[in-house]
């Protein structure tokens, strides 16, 4: 099975809500994270990263919870708005080697 | 800054056809990547280059080829295009275990 197990392949929130992106990770001895978001035709890009001896980092309307003890990692978006639509990505990295599973698709309803 | 920057953008390749994907990055980083990406199934890594002058496979690797020509540039080769190859594609790099920066990707169709 995939090392990256995201647990809602598909969520969808209404605008202004607030959203709660899972994600379970497998290797114990990961110590950095890093949160992606897809838009449609385009590539990746970074949102966001965490690094194993924090359990919370904030951004702009962005926050990354990290528990190391069931392994989890939650990305929560406030206020969420249509350009949050999107993919959402948080590899797994052994050897220095991303592995992606297949995101969770953020759909944002006016 | 262009960051990563992928050529062709589209491409239709014949079953048997072969053709390069190219791709060059700005930022001076030691690893570059390539991942095909298909519905329902996520970014499978087909290659990669850790460093210049090294390349190793990755998830996805029969039927490609790659070359890693400095350390700016990183393509990959069909060398017989095959219908199970049409994804689109995409090129990364990175140092070391910082996070990756991807072009826009390459949408390949092999009739």
């Known amino acids: 099975g995939e090392s990256v197990g995201l647990h809602l392949p598909t969520l969808s929130v209404q605008e202004g809500d607030n959203s709660i992106i899972n994600c379970a990770y497998s290797n114990s001895a990961s110590d950095y994270f890093i949160w992606y978001k897809q838009e449609s035709g385009k590539g990746p890009q970074f949102i966001i990263d965490i690094r194993s001896n924090m359990d919370k980092r904030q951004g702009q309307r962005v926050t990354v919870l990290l528990n190391k003890t069931v392994k989890h990692l939650s990305l929560q978006i406030a206020a969420t708005q249509p350009g949050d639509s999107a993919v959402y990505f948080c590899p797994e990295r052994g050897s220095y080697i991303p592995t992606f599973g297949r995101g969770t698709s953020l759909i944002v309803h006016p | 800054n262009a960051g990563v920057t992928q050529t062709p953008k589209f491409q239709v390749l014949k079953t048997g056809q072969s053709m390069t994907l190219q791709c060059a990055q700005d930022m001076n980083h030691n690893s570059m990547y390539w991942y095909r990406q298909d519905p329902g199934m996520g970014l499978r890594l087909i290659y990669y280059?850790?460093?210049?002058?090294?390349?190793d496979k990755g998830e996805v690797p029969n039927g490609y080829n790659v070359s890693r020509l400095n350390k700016r540039e990183f393509s990959l080769r069909l060398e017989s295009a095959a219908p199970s190859q049409t994804s689109v594609y995409f090129c990364?790099?990175?140092?070391?275990?910082?996070?990756?920066?991807f072009g826009e990707g390459s949408r390949l169709t092999v009739l």
């Open positions: 990364a790099s990175s140092e070391r275990d910082r996070e990756l920066f």
């Open positions: 280059s850790a460093s210049e002058g090294t390349t």
